[in-house]
């Protein structure tokens, strides 16, 4: 019982470590155009910002898909006999 406490805040720190504000995440965009050679206030640098936050749109909607509801096909064969002579 006595380690399950430190274990609990420990879990908890680390899953507090990876948020970031959104300033941070602007940040830190704005930091991987600027690596990519792309310089503020212009029309290059605003569509890498538009597509790193599609990209990031995109990767969280993959994470709510939910295999249960998407459309099922049901395939069941129909056999048909010929008529009796």
């Known amino acids: 019982m006595r ?11 680390l899953t507090l ?6 300033e941070e995440q602007r940040a830190a965009d704005e930091a991987k155009c600027r690596s990519y050679g792309f310089e503020r206030n212009n029309d290059a640098f605003a569509e890498c910002l538009q597509r790193i936050e599609l990209d990031r ?21 129909v056999v048909v006999h010929p008529p009796a002579k």
């Open 3 to 13: 380690l399950l406490a430190p274990l609990a805040i420990a879990a908890l720190a």
């Open 17 to 22: 470590a990876g948020c970031m504000t959104a």
């Open 57 to 77: 749109r995109a990767d969280m909607r993959e994470l709510r898909r939910d295999p249960f509801w998407e459309p099922r096909v049901i395939y069941r064969p």
